[in-house]
């Protein structure tokens, strides 16, 4: 009888275990760290009114705007039209831009100014900080967990049921 009832309780509490799963800590890598910042994917194609454009030095500003007038012009040319894309020289001419306006995106005071703790994801946590703190609760309320569940099936404690006196031979 006993075996019948704690074989579903071992099942149970291993499926539950299951369904919570493992989680790994995110690692911050160059694109993570894009995505968090929200950067365009080109910057050809970002609107001149745009608050990342005009956070951009004016000299940069202005290269990118005559990049964008090119651009239109080789859109209507032969070239385009026949292989449906820029020349080489305008796709690296593309990628040298996106280059230095993400770079000048990033070190620009009004990017760093809007965020001085970019790290934190709270008033005092980074974001490891935080899974490391969540990992530990998981774990004592896991715990809580089975202590709980032997509760519930009263296998925590010998029954107070009987009326002979039960003898305790685990302990001397």
Not at 97 to 121: F, H, K, W
Not at 133 to 157: G, K, P, Y
Request: some cysteine; charged content about 20%.
């Amino acid at each position: 009888m006993g075996m019948n009832v704690i074989t579903p309780v071992v099942f149970l509490a291993f499926g539950l275990s299951l369904l919570m799963g493992c989680h790994s800590p995110n690692r911050v890598d160059g694109s993570t760290a894009a995505k968090r910042v929200s950067m365009p994917e080109s910057w050809a194609h970002e609107s001149s009114r745009s608050g990342k454009v005009k956070a951009l030095p004016n000299g940069l500003q202005t290269r990118l705007g005559l990049l964008k007038e090119d651009m239109v012009k080789e859109h209507g040319t032969q070239y385009f039209s026949f292989y449906g894309h820029y020349t080489p020289e305008m796709q690296s001419r593309i990628e040298a831009m996106n280059a230095a306006c993400t770079e000048a995106y990033l070190v620009s005071d009004r990017v760093i100014a809007g965020n001085l703790t970019p790290e934190l994801q709270s008033v005092t946590q980074s974001e490891i900080d935080m899974w490391w703190d969540d990992r530990v609760n998981f774990n004592v309320q896991n715990r809580e967990l089975v202590d709980d569940w032997r509760a519930i099936w009263m296998t925590d404690s010998p029954s107070t049921l009987s009326r002979y006196p039960i003898v305790d031979t685990a302990h001397p």
